[in-house]
């Protein structure tokens, strides 16, 4: 159980204690972050067994290396791209049941970074107004039409169209490069 003086504490400034020797600081990241991390990594492999293995991974390597956490982004989307690519690494190392030399990739693309898109425009969702969330989820993601949406959230079409638009710019500004 982490003490109450920890539990205070910010996500860096427990990364900061735990590079400064304290033995409990990481232990209270991981007690923070166990379920997200698992959620993130069960979504990555889609396997319940394979996503424990890579959390866990991800955790070591994540104590390994809390030295080389620079501090321009959140602890949590360090932690989400260390887990991410110990995720990516456990399904690598499995081996395919098929012989794939006679087959074409179905999709060339880069599998790890569109993973990591995709965690990047969760967690900007997250951080929206649940009214302009529920607005751009249903729009844009849903692929419903502005009129829908506005009977789904029991609104005007107007209110739809201007939480969408509000909600682009924020996600916009939340996404863009540091």
Same mark, same amino acid.
């Given at each position: 159980?982490?003490?109450?003086?920890?539990?205070?504490?910010?996500?860096?400034?427990?990364?900061?204690?735990?590079?400064?020797?304290?033995?409990?600081?990481? %232990?209270?990241?991981?007690?923070?972050?166990?379920?997200?991390?698992?959620?993130? #990594?069960?979504?990555?492999?889609?396997?319940? $067994?394979?996503?424990?293995?890579? /959390?866990?991974?991800?955790?070591?390597?994540?104590?390994?290396?809390?030295?080389?956490?620079? %501090?321009?982004?959140? /602890?949590?989307?360090?932690?989400?791209?260390?887990? /991410?690519?110990?995720?990516?690494?456990?399904?690598?190392?499995?081996?395919?049941?098929?012989?794939? #030399?006679?087959?074409?990739?179905?999709?060339?693309?880069?599998?790890?970074?569109?993973?990591?898109?995709?965690?990047?425009?969760?967690? #900007?969702?997250?951080?929206?107004?649940?009214?302009?969330?529920?607005?751009?989820?249903?729009?844009?993601?849903?692929?419903?039409?502005?009129? $829908?949406?506005?009977?789904?959230?029991? /609104?005007?079409?107007?209110?739809?169209?201007?939480?969408?638009?509000?909600?682009?710019?924020?996600?916009?500004?939340?996404?863009?490069?540091?």
């Amino acid at each position: 159980m982490a003490t109450p003086d920890l539990l205070a504490l910010s996500d860096k400034e427990l990364l900061q204690r735990h590079n400064e020797g304290d033995a409990d600081a990481f %232990g209270e990241l991981f007690r923070r972050h166990k379920d997200r991390m698992w959620a993130v #990594a069960l979504r990555t492999v889609r396997d319940p $067994e394979i996503a424990a293995d890579a /959390v866990q991974d991800g955790f070591i390597n994540a104590f390994r290396r809390a030295g080389s956490f620079r %501090g321009d982004a959140a /602890v949590t989307t360090w932690l989400h791209r260390i887990v /991410v690519n110990a995720a990516l690494d456990r399904v690598r190392r499995i081996k395919p049941t098929a012989d794939l #030399a006679d087959h074409d990739p179905v999709e060339p693309r880069d599998h790890h970074r569109s993973v990591e898109v995709r965690l990047d425009v969760r967690e #900007a969702l997250e951080q929206l107004p649940e009214g302009q969330r529920m607005a751009l989820v249903l729009v844009d993601m849903h692929g419903l039409s502005v009129a $829908e949406a506005a009977r789904v959230l029991e /609104v005007a079409e107007g209110t739809v169209k201007s939480r969408c638009a509000r909600g682009r710019a924020a996600m916009a500004q939340l996404l863009e490069p540091a």
